[in-house]
Protein backbone atom coordinates (compact mmCIF):
# COMPACT_ATOMS: atom_id res chain seq x y z
CA UNK A 1 0.00 0.00 0.00
CA UNK A 2 2.49 2.47 0.96
CA UNK A 3 4.35 4.53 -1.83
CA UNK A 4 5.37 8.03 -0.73
CA UNK A 5 6.05 7.09 3.05
CA UNK A 6 8.37 3.80 3.42
CA UNK A 7 10.08 4.57 6.61
CA UNK A 8 7.56 5.73 9.75
CA UNK A 9 9.69 6.84 13.16
CA UNK A 10 7.60 6.32 15.82
CA UNK A 11 8.37 8.91 18.24
CA UNK A 12 7.21 9.73 22.06
CA UNK A 13 7.38 13.37 22.37
CA UNK A 14 4.50 13.43 25.56
CA UNK A 15 3.78 10.27 27.05
CA UNK A 16 5.86 7.15 27.42
CA UNK A 17 3.17 4.55 27.39
CA UNK A 18 4.07 2.65 24.32
CA UNK A 19 7.08 1.90 26.32
CA UNK A 20 4.73 -0.14 29.01
CA UNK A 21 3.77 -3.72 29.40
CA UNK A 22 0.34 -3.31 29.98
CA UNK A 23 -0.13 -1.30 26.14
CA UNK A 24 2.09 -4.76 24.71
CA UNK A 25 -0.94 -6.34 23.10
CA UNK A 26 -1.87 -2.95 21.12
CA UNK A 27 1.55 -1.77 20.39
CA UNK A 28 2.08 -4.85 18.80
CA UNK A 29 -0.63 -5.11 16.80
CA UNK A 30 0.11 -2.08 15.39
CA UNK A 31 3.28 -2.53 14.43
CA UNK A 32 2.08 -5.70 12.73
CA UNK A 33 -0.82 -3.39 10.77
CA UNK A 34 2.18 -0.70 9.65
CA UNK A 35 4.40 -3.38 8.40
CA UNK A 36 1.67 -4.94 6.39
CA UNK A 37 1.28 -1.32 4.95
CA UNK A 38 4.22 -2.05 3.54
CA UNK A 39 5.85 0.29 5.94
CA UNK A 40 9.27 -0.03 7.48
CA UNK A 41 8.75 0.76 11.43
CA UNK A 42 11.55 2.33 13.43
CA UNK A 43 11.51 3.95 16.91
CA UNK A 44 13.09 6.81 17.98
CA UNK A 45 15.98 6.51 20.73
CA UNK A 46 13.89 6.88 24.34
CA UNK A 47 9.94 6.12 22.59
CA UNK A 48 10.24 2.91 24.21
CA UNK A 49 11.60 3.96 27.93
CA UNK A 50 8.48 4.37 29.41
CA UNK A 51 6.22 6.81 31.03
CA UNK A 52 8.52 7.72 34.18
CA UNK A 53 11.88 7.63 31.80
CA UNK A 54 10.04 9.90 29.49
CA UNK A 55 8.28 12.07 31.61
CA UNK A 56 11.62 12.94 33.57
CA UNK A 57 13.68 13.35 30.54
CA UNK A 58 12.35 15.96 28.07
CA UNK A 59 15.63 16.93 26.73
CA UNK A 60 15.75 13.06 25.51
CA UNK A 61 12.57 13.58 23.90
CA UNK A 62 13.36 16.51 22.26
CA UNK A 63 16.71 14.92 20.71
CA UNK A 64 14.26 12.27 19.49
CA UNK A 65 12.42 14.94 17.30
CA UNK A 66 15.38 16.45 15.80
CA UNK A 67 16.88 13.08 14.95
CA UNK A 68 13.56 12.39 12.79
CA UNK A 69 13.69 15.28 11.17
CA UNK A 70 17.49 15.20 10.10
CA UNK A 71 16.85 11.05 9.48
CA UNK A 72 17.04 11.11 5.52
CA UNK A 73 15.43 7.60 5.77
CA UNK A 74 12.25 8.88 7.41
CA UNK A 75 9.34 9.83 5.70
CA UNK A 76 6.90 10.18 8.65
CA UNK A 77 7.19 11.59 12.25
CA UNK A 78 4.62 9.67 14.10
CA UNK A 79 3.65 10.55 17.48
CA UNK A 80 2.87 7.75 19.95
CA UNK A 81 0.26 8.92 21.58
CA UNK A 82 -0.86 12.27 23.42
CA UNK A 83 0.04 13.19 27.39
CA UNK A 84 0.03 16.83 28.68
CA UNK A 85 3.76 18.13 28.78
CA UNK A 86 5.38 18.26 26.10
CA UNK A 87 5.62 22.36 26.08
CA UNK A 88 8.75 20.86 28.15
CA UNK A 89 10.50 20.55 24.67
CA UNK A 90 10.86 24.00 24.18
CA UNK A 91 13.82 25.47 25.69
CA UNK A 92 15.79 22.05 24.22
CA UNK A 93 14.33 22.79 21.02
CA UNK A 94 14.53 26.59 20.25
CA UNK A 95 17.12 27.86 23.45
CA UNK A 96 20.27 27.38 20.90
CA UNK A 97 17.85 26.95 17.21
CA UNK A 98 18.18 23.50 17.33
CA UNK A 99 14.92 22.80 15.76
CA UNK A 100 14.63 25.93 13.20
CA UNK A 101 18.57 24.08 12.20
CA UNK A 102 17.00 20.72 11.46
CA UNK A 103 14.29 22.01 9.69
CA UNK A 104 15.89 24.10 7.48
CA UNK A 105 18.86 20.82 6.62
CA UNK A 106 15.65 18.63 6.05
CA UNK A 107 14.07 21.36 3.54
CA UNK A 108 17.94 22.19 1.92
CA UNK A 109 18.14 17.95 1.43
CA UNK A 110 15.11 18.17 -0.83
CA UNK A 111 13.14 15.98 1.66
CA UNK A 112 9.58 15.91 2.05
CA UNK A 113 8.49 15.26 5.87
CA UNK A 114 5.46 14.25 7.27
CA UNK A 115 4.45 15.07 10.94
CA UNK A 116 1.59 13.42 12.06
CA UNK A 117 0.08 13.99 16.04
CA UNK A 118 -2.74 15.27 17.89
CA UNK A 119 -3.63 16.03 21.12
CA UNK A 120 -1.13 17.31 23.81
CA UNK A 121 1.03 17.29 20.31
CA UNK A 122 -0.82 20.84 19.63
CA UNK A 123 2.45 21.87 21.12
CA UNK A 124 4.89 20.12 18.94
CA UNK A 125 2.22 21.66 15.65
CA UNK A 126 3.21 25.06 17.00
CA UNK A 127 6.84 24.48 17.56
CA UNK A 128 7.22 23.08 13.91
CA UNK A 129 4.77 25.87 12.76
CA UNK A 130 7.26 27.95 14.18
CA UNK A 131 9.88 26.48 12.37
CA UNK A 132 8.36 26.56 8.70
CA UNK A 133 6.96 22.98 8.64
CA UNK A 134 3.77 22.44 7.41
CA UNK A 135 2.42 19.46 9.43
CA UNK A 136 -0.72 17.17 9.72
CA UNK A 137 -3.37 17.12 12.62
CA UNK A 138 -5.51 13.98 13.96
CA UNK A 139 -4.03 10.78 14.75
CA UNK A 140 -1.44 8.86 16.80
CA UNK A 141 -0.14 5.36 16.68
CA UNK A 142 -1.69 4.10 19.65
CA UNK A 143 -4.85 5.57 19.64
CA UNK A 144 -5.66 4.44 15.63
CA UNK A 145 -3.24 2.49 14.54
CA UNK A 146 -3.41 0.10 17.71
CA UNK A 147 -7.73 0.20 17.35
CA UNK A 148 -7.92 -3.02 19.47
CA UNK A 149 -10.85 -3.77 16.79
CA UNK A 150 -10.48 -6.20 13.86
CA UNK A 151 -8.91 -3.39 12.08
CA UNK A 152 -8.47 0.28 12.33
CA UNK A 153 -11.92 2.08 12.42
CA UNK A 154 -12.50 2.66 8.47
CA UNK A 155 -12.83 6.27 8.19
CA UNK A 156 -9.81 6.93 10.18
CA UNK A 157 -8.16 4.18 7.69
CA UNK A 158 -8.66 5.51 4.41
CA UNK A 159 -7.18 9.24 5.70
CA UNK A 160 -4.37 7.42 7.19
CA UNK A 161 -4.16 4.91 3.85
CA UNK A 162 -4.36 8.50 1.96
CA UNK A 163 -1.33 9.97 3.59
CA UNK A 164 1.08 7.36 3.75
CA UNK A 165 -0.09 6.54 -0.37
CA UNK A 166 0.09 9.94 -1.50
CA UNK A 167 2.05 12.47 1.20
CA UNK A 168 -1.15 14.69 2.03
CA UNK A 169 -5.10 15.01 1.58
CA UNK A 170 -7.23 16.17 -0.93
CA UNK A 171 -10.33 16.52 0.85
CA UNK A 172 -12.13 15.20 3.62
CA UNK A 173 -15.98 14.59 4.15
CA UNK A 174 -18.06 13.66 7.14
CA UNK A 175 -18.21 9.90 8.82
CA UNK A 176 -21.46 8.28 8.34
CA UNK A 177 -21.68 7.27 11.93
CA UNK A 178 -19.43 8.10 15.32
CA UNK A 179 -18.17 5.65 17.98
CA UNK A 180 -18.72 5.72 21.75
CA UNK A 181 -15.08 6.22 23.48
CA UNK A 182 -13.33 2.32 24.80
CA UNK A 183 -13.27 1.90 28.70
CA UNK A 184 -11.35 -1.15 28.40
CA UNK A 185 -8.03 -1.89 26.78
CA UNK A 186 -6.98 -4.86 28.00
CA UNK A 187 -6.00 -8.36 25.85
CA UNK A 188 -9.38 -9.27 26.53
CA UNK A 189 -10.62 -6.88 23.99
CA UNK A 190 -8.85 -7.68 21.49
CA UNK A 191 -11.20 -8.02 18.56
CA UNK A 192 -13.92 -6.53 20.00
CA UNK A 193 -15.51 -3.17 18.23
CA UNK A 194 -17.24 -0.23 20.01
CA UNK A 195 -21.07 1.29 20.03
CA UNK A 196 -21.43 3.01 17.42
CA UNK A 197 -24.23 5.84 16.34
CA UNK A 198 -25.57 8.06 13.00
CA UNK A 199 -23.85 10.77 12.63
CA UNK A 200 -25.36 13.83 11.03
CA UNK A 201 -22.59 15.59 8.99
CA UNK A 202 -21.09 18.95 9.38
CA UNK A 203 -23.11 21.21 10.95
CA UNK A 204 -23.01 25.45 10.10
CA UNK A 205 -23.77 26.99 13.26
CA UNK A 206 -22.90 30.47 11.93
CA UNK A 207 -21.56 32.47 9.13
CA UNK A 208 -21.59 31.96 5.56
CA UNK A 209 -21.48 28.34 4.44
CA UNK A 210 -18.15 28.52 2.23
CA UNK A 211 -15.38 30.38 3.42
CA UNK A 212 -11.35 29.50 3.20
CA UNK A 213 -7.99 29.67 4.81
CA UNK A 214 -5.42 27.59 6.34
CA UNK A 215 -6.23 25.79 9.21
CA UNK A 216 -3.95 25.79 12.27
CA UNK A 217 -4.98 25.01 16.00
CA UNK A 218 -5.51 21.85 17.64
CA UNK A 219 -7.24 20.42 21.36
CA UNK A 220 -8.89 23.28 23.24
CA UNK A 221 -7.30 21.14 26.53
CA UNK A 222 -3.42 22.77 25.60
CA UNK A 223 -4.11 25.53 24.01
CA UNK A 224 -5.76 26.60 27.45
CA UNK A 225 -2.35 25.69 28.66
CA UNK A 226 -0.75 28.30 26.62
CA UNK A 227 -2.84 30.75 28.34
CA UNK A 228 -3.27 29.44 31.83
CA UNK A 229 -0.74 27.59 34.34
CA UNK A 230 -3.40 25.70 36.61
CA UNK A 231 -1.97 22.17 35.55
CA UNK A 232 1.83 23.36 35.18
CA UNK A 233 2.78 26.74 36.81
CA UNK A 234 5.35 26.92 34.41
CA UNK A 235 3.77 26.75 31.00
CA UNK A 236 2.40 30.41 30.46
CA UNK A 237 6.07 31.92 31.09
CA UNK A 238 8.18 29.42 28.82
CA UNK A 239 5.19 29.42 25.41
CA UNK A 240 5.69 33.45 26.22
CA UNK A 241 9.28 33.20 26.19
CA UNK A 242 9.71 31.02 22.97
CA UNK A 243 6.99 32.96 21.43
CA UNK A 244 5.14 29.49 21.06
CA UNK A 245 1.26 30.83 20.22
CA UNK A 246 1.45 32.49 16.78
CA UNK A 247 1.07 35.99 16.27
CA UNK A 248 -2.26 37.83 14.83
CA UNK A 249 -0.63 38.37 11.97
CA UNK A 250 -0.05 35.08 11.33
CA UNK A 251 -3.37 34.08 12.50
CA UNK A 252 -5.13 36.39 9.87
CA UNK A 253 -6.97 34.61 7.24
CA UNK A 254 -6.81 31.48 8.72
CA UNK A 255 -8.95 28.76 9.98
CA UNK A 256 -9.26 27.79 13.76
CA UNK A 257 -9.33 24.16 14.62
CA UNK A 258 -10.65 23.62 18.16
CA UNK A 259 -11.46 20.24 19.60
CA UNK A 260 -11.51 18.67 23.03
CA UNK A 261 -9.60 16.11 24.88
CA UNK A 262 -11.46 13.28 26.99
CA UNK A 263 -10.93 15.22 29.98
CA UNK A 264 -14.19 16.62 29.06
CA UNK A 265 -13.52 20.12 29.70
CA UNK A 266 -16.52 21.49 31.81
CA UNK A 267 -18.80 24.42 30.89
CA UNK A 268 -16.98 26.73 32.48
CA UNK A 269 -13.44 25.77 31.48
CA UNK A 270 -14.63 25.55 27.70
CA UNK A 271 -16.06 29.45 28.03
CA UNK A 272 -12.95 30.77 30.01
CA UNK A 273 -10.76 29.08 27.18
CA UNK A 274 -12.61 30.41 24.15
CA UNK A 275 -12.10 33.94 26.26
CA UNK A 276 -8.27 33.35 26.18
CA UNK A 277 -8.76 33.48 22.47
CA UNK A 278 -11.26 36.58 22.21
CA UNK A 279 -8.73 38.29 24.44
CA UNK A 280 -5.58 36.94 22.08
CA UNK A 281 -7.68 38.84 19.40
CA UNK A 282 -7.71 35.79 17.30
CA UNK A 283 -11.27 36.05 16.91
CA UNK A 284 -10.69 38.79 14.61
CA UNK A 285 -8.67 37.99 12.12
CA UNK A 286 -9.33 34.81 11.61
CA UNK A 287 -11.96 33.55 8.45
CA UNK A 288 -13.40 30.62 10.43
CA UNK A 289 -13.36 28.36 12.99
CA UNK A 290 -13.90 24.28 12.03
CA UNK A 291 -14.40 22.52 15.96
CA UNK A 292 -14.20 18.56 16.36
CA UNK A 293 -17.15 16.30 17.39
CA UNK A 294 -16.69 16.29 21.78
CA UNK A 295 -15.97 13.02 23.05
CA UNK A 296 -19.39 10.96 23.08
CA UNK A 297 -21.11 14.13 22.65
CA UNK A 298 -20.64 15.27 25.85
CA UNK A 299 -21.73 18.42 26.35
CA UNK A 300 -21.80 19.24 22.49
CA UNK A 301 -24.89 20.99 22.72
CA UNK A 302 -23.38 23.39 25.53
CA UNK A 303 -19.92 23.71 23.70
CA UNK A 304 -21.79 25.05 20.36
CA UNK A 305 -23.67 27.54 22.21
CA UNK A 306 -20.84 28.88 23.50
CA UNK A 307 -18.80 28.83 20.50
CA UNK A 308 -21.74 31.69 18.94
CA UNK A 309 -21.95 33.37 22.07
CA UNK A 310 -18.66 34.63 22.44
CA UNK A 311 -17.14 34.48 18.88
CA UNK A 312 -18.38 37.30 16.68
CA UNK A 313 -20.74 36.76 14.11
CA UNK A 314 -19.12 37.56 11.28
CA UNK A 315 -16.68 34.58 11.76
CA UNK A 316 -18.04 31.06 10.08
CA UNK A 317 -18.02 28.21 12.63
CA UNK A 318 -18.41 24.73 11.33
CA UNK A 319 -19.10 22.00 13.67
CA UNK A 320 -19.01 17.95 14.03
CA UNK A 321 -15.83 17.60 12.61
CA UNK A 322 -14.63 14.06 12.89
CA UNK A 323 -10.89 15.07 14.10
CA UNK A 324 -9.51 14.83 17.32
CA UNK A 325 -10.03 12.65 20.19
CA UNK A 326 -14.07 11.66 19.29
CA UNK A 327 -14.23 8.24 16.73
CA UNK A 328 -13.61 8.33 14.20
CA UNK A 329 -10.58 10.81 13.14
CA UNK A 330 -9.71 11.94 9.67
CA UNK A 331 -6.42 13.94 9.35
CA UNK A 332 -5.97 17.59 8.56
CA UNK A 333 -3.33 19.24 6.59
CA UNK A 334 -1.76 22.28 8.38
CA UNK A 335 -0.48 24.85 6.13
CA UNK A 336 -2.55 24.44 2.74
CA UNK A 337 -5.43 26.43 1.70
CA UNK A 338 -8.47 24.57 3.09
CA UNK A 339 -11.86 25.32 0.92
CA UNK A 340 -14.63 24.63 3.18
CA UNK A 341 -18.66 24.13 1.96
CA UNK A 342 -21.06 23.00 3.68
CA UNK A 343 -23.75 22.67 1.54
CA UNK A 344 -21.70 20.30 -0.46
CA UNK A 345 -20.20 18.84 3.14
CA UNK A 346 -16.59 18.68 2.65
CA UNK A 347 -13.03 20.55 2.86
CA UNK A 348 -10.89 20.33 0.16
CA UNK A 349 -7.41 21.31 0.51
CA UNK A 350 -5.50 23.04 -2.63
Known amino acids: MASFVKTVEIVSLSAGTIGESFV ?54 LCAIGGEDTYRLLPHLFANGELQASVDEMKKSGKEKIFLGYSDSTMNHFMLHKAGLNTFYGQSFLSDVCELDKDMLPYTKKYFSELISSGTIKEITPSDVWYESRS ?31 ILGGCLDTIYDIFDGTRFS ?72 LLKKIVPSRVSIVANINIGHALPRCIIPFGRFASVDVDAQKIVFD
Not at 62 to 77: R, T
Request: glycine share 8%; with cysteine; aromatic share 10%.
Open 24 to 77: KHEFDLGVKRLREMGLNVIFGENALKGIDFVKAHPEERAKDLLSALKNPEVDMI
Open 184 to 214: DFSVEALGTCTTSHKDNGFELLQGSSRFGGE
Open 234 to 305: DTVDLCKKYDLFPSLLDWTGKILLLETSEEKMSVEKYEKALNYLKKAGVFDVISGIIVGKSVDEYLWSEYKA
